[in-house]
């Protein structure tokens, strides 16, 4: 089942999103617990998926989170996600998680992640999506390493 051909660009489904870590999302050390922010980039990856599909999508896989630097209570969080790569039925979004200082200005890169979805039909079944269409640097670099990560994905499914 396939819903269109139309391509989208990467800017038409990207995501920002900002949050105010408030002392409910931290651990004893005052610093952001690691749940909270995972449930914030796929939560903000998977509306891009939305976006790009109009489709309900369920998350298939997470790749690569790691945690550089503490992110502090008060910090404002930024979180940029976009589209790297579409394949049939799945879509790979890349995720970027900043921590802003508010009073210092200060911003720093903590995280970066790669979440593939997949858009569903009406019986739950992987529906076809549309094609992307990356348009600046940036994105043509993304979708090139994107469709490598996907190819490694499937190779690394197929051994287990
Ligand atoms: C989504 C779902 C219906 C797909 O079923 P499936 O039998 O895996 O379907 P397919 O094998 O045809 O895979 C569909 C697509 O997902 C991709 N995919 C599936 N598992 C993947 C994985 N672990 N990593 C990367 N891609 C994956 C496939 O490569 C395929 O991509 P393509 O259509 O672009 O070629 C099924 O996997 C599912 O229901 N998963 C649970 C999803 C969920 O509940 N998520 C929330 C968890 S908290």
Do not use: C
Not at 51 to 60: A, F, G, L
């Amino acid at each position: 089942m396939k819903n269109t051909n139309e391509v989208k660009t990467v800017k038409e489904s990207a995501v920002e999103m900002r949050n105010l870590v408030m002392p409910n999302h931290t651990n004893p050390q005052n610093s952001i617990f690691g749940g909270v922010v995972m449930s914030w980039i796929d939560m903000a990856a998977a509306m891009v998926a939305e976006r790009h599909s109009n489709r309900p999508v369920v998350t298939v896989h997470v790749d690569d989170i790691s945690f550089k630097a503490p992110i502090k209570i008060g910090d404002h969080v930024l979180i940029a996600a976009s589209l790297n790569y579409v394949g049939t039925s799945s879509m790979l979004v890349g995720v970027k998680v900043y921590a802003e200082n508010p009073f210092t200005g200060i911003t720093r890169h903590t995280t970066t992640a790669y979440l593939v979805f997949v858009a569903l039909d009406d019986i739950g079944k992987p529906l076809q999506v549309r094609g992307v269409l990356p348009e600046s640097a940036d994105e043509i670099r993304r979708f090139e390493e994107g469709r490598i990560r996907i190819e490694d994905m499937k190779k690394k499914k197929a051994k287990k």
